[in-house]
């Protein structure tokens, strides 16, 4: 997350420099998606960029991942992070953006990962597997692994660590999550 985290920053700083403004705030937008997974408190302040970047641009996906990336920073918190999840996975269904839905499904499932809620989660991750059997097959591992439950099907992903230590990276996630919260 940190070296995804740095390539976005890097990508942001070269759109500024070649005064792409698009590019400049969807790279913005996706270092806030990156950060929101591993500290809540830091993705405040990026999401709070990506939106002024935002200001004045229509970009449907950009603004649905910035969106998307506020859900990832709430997750665990409260039961509405479901509801402001199912509604973004509507409204970029009737955009047609399915990098956004498949994002807004993860971001569900990350959140019920948090609550240890293990039915909503399973459920969660099969609406995600219905929408990803074409692609983004990799988020329903993905998913998995954050609820720490083994892989109920082979989805062919290769890993560029080992699947155990991929599984490990993302469940991880969670638990910082979880002290994160028993913490406050």
């Known amino acids: 997350m940190n070296q995804a985290a740095t390539a976005y920053e890097a990508a942001r700083r ?100 948090v609550r240890n809620d293990h039915t909503r989660a399973g459920a969660a991750i099969s609406r995600l597997r219905d929408l990803t059997r074409d692609h983004y097959t990799y988020y329903v591992d993905i998913a998995q692994f954050m609820a720490d439950v083994p892989l109920d099907q082979v989805s062919g992903t290769r890993w560029l660590d080992s699947e155990q230590h991929t599984r490990d990276r993302w469940r991880s996630l969670v638990t910082a999550r979880q002290a994160h919260h028993s913490g406050r």
């Not at 403004?21 to 408190?41: H, I, K, N, W």
């Not at 993705?43 to 910035?66: F, K």
């Not at 999840?85 to 839905?101: K, T, Y």
Request: overall charge negative; charged content about 25%; aromatic content about 4%.
């Open 14 to 113: 070269d759109a500024e420099q070649h005064g792409v403004a698009g590019e400049r705030a969807t790279s913005q937008a996706q270092r806030a998606f990156v950060l929101a997974f591993t500290d809540p408190r830091r993705a405040d302040d990026e999401l709070e960029s990506a939106q002024q970047l935002l200001n004045g641009l229509d970009l449907r996906a950009t603004t649905l991942t910035t969106q998307i990336a506020a859900l990832v920073r709430d997750a665990g918190t409260t039961p509405d992070v479901e509801d402001r999840a199912r509604a973004l996975q509507a409204e970029a269904a009737a955009a047609g953006i399915v990098a956004a839905q498949a994002m807004a499904h993860l971001a569900e499932c990350f959140h019920h990962a």
